[in-house]
Nanobody, 121 residues
Framework: QVQLVESGGGLVQPGGSLRLSCAAS????????VSWFRQAPGKAREWVSC????????YWADSVKGRFTISRDNVKSTVYLHMNSLKPDDTAVYFCAATLWGCGSARKDYWGQGTQVTVSS
């Protein structure tokens, strides 16, 4: 079955860290750009970060710049979102999405089902 599977979400205190994983099943991520999005209750979906294929250029939203990093392991067909200095405003369901068309494209070929991140004391 061709799909993306996110994992690593959970409950963390403000200031804490989490690492989310986005693993490809049924295909390999080598040639795909992978983005992370998030959606908080009652809010629109927000783009968070993206990593291109090849040289792996990375991009971040201003809201997470300096706190989140994105990386990829093509051997494991997995992309990671490393989240540090977490704030309550980071609470959301986090989704990953893959596209062959690069980080600049709105087209997404595959979406994951999402993983919940809750930042609370």
């Amino acid at each position: 079955q061709v799909q993306l599977v996110e994992s690593g979400g959970g409950l963390v205190q403000p200031g804490g860290s989490l690492r989310l994983s986005c693993a490809a099943s049924g295909f390999t991520l080598d040639h795909y750009a992978v983005s992370w999005f998030r959606q908080a209750p009652g809010k629109a979906r927000e783009w968070v970060s993206c990593i291109d294929s090849g040289a792996g250029s990375t991009y971040w939203a201003d809201s997470v710049k300096g706190r989140f990093t994105i990386s990829r392991d093509n051997v494991k067909s997995t992309v990671y979102l490393h989240m540090n200095s977490l704030k309550p405003d980071d609470t959301a369901v986090y989704f990953c999405a893959a596209t062959l068309w690069g980080c600049g494209s709105a087209r997404k070929d595959y979406w994951g089902q999402g993983t919940q991140v809750t930042v609370s004391s």
